[in-house]
């Protein structure tokens, strides 16, 4: 089938966008096929934890109010224990983003006096608020929790010598150690698990005692591991990013050692009530289905990724990582260099939406954030960033940030029609 069969002009596609595309797309065919054998193990390790828990429609039923025995809600708290190689986990529809999950975690294990220790930086712009790096009612720093961080290197790595440095230093009493696998907002590389093996165990070795609780959004399922498997205490996700596969409505999960995930299932609901309470409301079946799917959504999503990296690359762009790059997560950096680029890019994403596609994206004040961010989403869940989405803070040096793709072939129309709304905004000009 020709080009203009697959792509009518009323697409608004260019032949010649498409062209230069699909010529990157068979060039890079080869690097593209490493995502299918994570997604083929993943989907091994998640099939045989639904297997060994015998999941049954039974598991499906709804409860409502105080959720007690729920059959379903424990069942699949067993399933990510036993995927993320992890004593216990907690799973609930009621955190409403990883940010949430995130702050259960610190809240439930953190005390007075306790310092937190970040080792990738500053953490995420909406975990600021809640530590209290930009002062914000609640955050960890009124309830008298200190909060330290040690910069990554000029080249993207751990400083091990400020991280021994705040370690031994007994007057920071540090309780936890913060790690931030992706970027962020950031401009440096997203850390894989062989790097956070090293890193966990060089904190280990100064002090034994101190949780490392490990951010593992946009992470899951790109790697053969998972942070638990490695020394991490506690990791940390969202719903709907790559666990939720694209079908989760909402949620978050904790997953590590029992006392420390009891601890944030404490602070979730109440003190004495923990895990056992939480209705699922009838979502159970549709987390469980979400979660066998998520290998495959990933792998796609990766593959989307590999694919951006390397036509922006082509088209003159600093991209990070590189397309030849071993991935580790389903971020795709892309630095445009304008706010007029970036509007463009987050335009053709839009475009390429099954939901809302006739919307223009535009830059405005979010929550969580100090900065006009503008986001690109056409989602069938609010804010499901599996889903082939893009957003960049409105600041310079002006780069937008690409993830998702339920299908491999969603995440290339997205790439097209970016580059199709980057040429037609004079952007990219002789391809």
Known sequence: MTNDQ?????????PRVVDYVNQIESKMAPSMEVPDCVAEYNQLKVLHAMQENRISEAHFAATTGYGYNDLGRSALEAVYAAIFKAESALVRPQMVSGTHALATALFGNLRPGDTLLSVTGAPYDTLQAVIGIRPTSGSLSEYGIEYRQVDLTAEGGFDYDGIRSALLDFHLNVKMVAIQRSKGYAWRPSFSINQLSELISFIKNINPNVLCMVDNCYGEFVEYKEPIEIGADLAVGSLIKNPGGGL???????VGAK?????????????????EVGPTLGVTATLMQGLFMAPQVVASSVRGAVLAGAVFKKLGFSVLPDPMDVRTDIVQAIKIGSA????????????ASPVDSFVTPEGAPMPGYDHRVIMAAGAFIQGSSIELSADAPLIPPFTVYMQGGLTRHHAKIGVISAMQELTNAGIIQNQ
């Not at 697959?6 to 260019?14: D, E, H």
């Not at 989760?248 to 999960?253: E, F, I, L, N, R």
């Open 6 to 14: 697959l792509y009518p002009a009323n697409m608004g596609l260019s």
């Open 340 to 351: 007029e680029g970036v509007l463009a890019f987050c335009k053709g994403i839009q475009k």
């Open 259 to 275: 006392s420390y995930v009891e601890k944030a299932a404490n602070w979730l609901t109440a003190p004495g009530l923990g895990m």
């Open 248 to 254: 989760a409505p909402a949620g978050g999960y904790i």
